[in-house]
């Protein structure tokens, strides 16, 4: 199966990231873009986005980055920086890049922005590989 195929994949089976909205843009490998409406009820008593929505798109595209080799790995630290508000009726992009591998781990950046470019978060993960393929699991 192809990147693209194995996210498609996970996506399927995802339904977190069903729920959110999220859309595979680009997929290759250990690469992906993702995007996301912000809907109603992820809005906060502040009327911004909880960041925890922000933090599990960031994390969605960890997951679609770090796994689409069939090559299953699973979140073993990850930090965000919020830097901007996000706002009920934003679309939300998440690129994730792959800057660092070895046998056993690999770091990822990801950048959240919205739909004018302005970056709203950026996201550092690190993912411990369990030596299992993701389409056995």
Known sequence: MSPLEIA???LNQ???SQWMGIKLIEVREKYCLIEMPVKQE???GLKTAHGGITFAFADSALAFSSN???DASVALNCTINFTKAVKMGDTLTAESILIADTRKTAVYDIQI???KKHLVASFRGTVYKIDKKVTEL
């Open 8 to 10: 498609q994949y996970m």
């Open 14 to 16: 995802d339904y977190f």
């Open 42 to 44: 992820m809005i906060n």
């Open 68 to 70: 689409n080799t069939n």
């Open 113 to 115: 922005t919205n739909q």
